[in-house]
């Protein structure tokens, strides 16, 4: 999986930072792309990072703030001039629907693809299939807003080629059907277990992408082990007071929810405009002083899960 950070500035666009929007390749699923949040400029930022349109799977809006939703309606119509355009999904809060509809049904916008609007009220799994399931939990903010948890079905098993070689098995289409765990008998008679040869598999991957939130337990469920948290920092500790009034996190905040759920890597975004690139190191000294294992987010930062 490789996570593209998209926007990183919160409220508004900087000569810096594009607004909210991050996107998930999935290497597994032929590189299909899940999209979370949708900030104004979002498709302005995929060509730059030269991401296709096309091969947009799902969108994930975490909550209905301008800045997370305004580049949606464009990126919809924009889709639609691609004539190899895969069906779309979305979900998002309850009103997402109604943003979408009625901006499109006014700009007599034409979707040539299937779009599907799925409304989110409460946790729940929103989607799982057999490479990849994911969650969602009501985080804490001014509105209605969620948080979403990726995880990865156990990755296929490695062969042993060693022991292969060893018992003198010859290199072939043979090992990619031992490597799906078959049966085989060989032109002598001997029988071979796929599974025999395999090195084990490796867990899937985890990662938890949460909208805007003051620390909540829900924030807590997500992040819980996960190998990748990405977690909002409006604001440096100094304005832990304006934090919780406005309903937003700070760099503290978010390296506490790290070291409590034992993440393996905390990446923090949304970050107030008040702060430039400039501010980057000070904002990272405040959370790798209780969490060492962050980065900050810039427009355009790549994470590979390799």
């Known amino acids: 999986m490789i996570l593209t950070f998209l926007g990183t500035s919160a409220g508004t666009i900087t000569t810096e930072r594009n607004v909210s ?4 390749q999935l290497t597994a699923r032929s590189n299909r792309l899940w999209l979370f949040d949708c900030g104004e400029g979002t498709q302005h930022q995929m060509l ?25 309606p464009g990126l919809l119509a924009s889709r639609s001039l691609n004539q190899h355009a895969m069906p779309l999904t979305i979900y998002g809060p309850k009103g997402i629907r109604q943003f979408i509809e009625m901006t499109l049904n006014i700009s007599c916008s034409m979707m040539t693809y299937p779009l599907q609007i799925v409304e989110i009220e409460q946790a729940t799994t929103l989607y799982k299939d057999e490479q990849v399931t994911i969650y969602c939990d009501e985080l ?14 156990e990755r296929a098993p490695k062969l042993d080629i060693v022991k292969l ?25 001997k029988i071979l277990d796929g599974k025999n040869y395999w090195l084990g598999k490796k867990p899937g991957f985890k990662i938890a992408i949460l909208g805007d939130t003051t620390p909540c337990d829900a924030s807590i469920r997500l992040a819980s082990e996960v190998d990748l948290l990405v977690h909002e920092a409006t604001f440096k500790h100094e304005l ?53 294992h962050t980065d900050i987010a810039y427009d355009l930062f790549q994470v590979n899960l390799a």
């Open 21 to 24: 929007a991050s996107l998930l």
């Open 48 to 72: 730059k990072a030269k991401i296709s349109l096309s091969k947009l799977e799902k969108i994930f809006i975490t909550h209905l703030h301008g800045d997370h939703i305004f580049g949606l």
């Open 140 to 153: 804490a903010h001014r509105v209605q807003c969620f948080g979403y948890r990726i995880e990865e079905a």
């Open 165 to 189: 070689q060893t018992e003198n098995i010859p290199v072939g289409s043979l090992y990619g059907e031992l490597k799906k765990g078959k049966i085989i008998t060989m032109p002598d008679g």
């Open 240 to 292: 832990q007071e304006r934090a919780q009034l406005v309903g937003h996190s700070t760099t503290v905040d978010a390296a506490n929810i790290a070291k409590i759920c034992q993440v393996k890597r905390l990446i923090i975004t949304h970050i107030s405009t008040r702060y430039g690139l400039s501010d980057n190191e000070s904002l990272l000294a405040e959370c790798r002083q209780i969490f060492p």
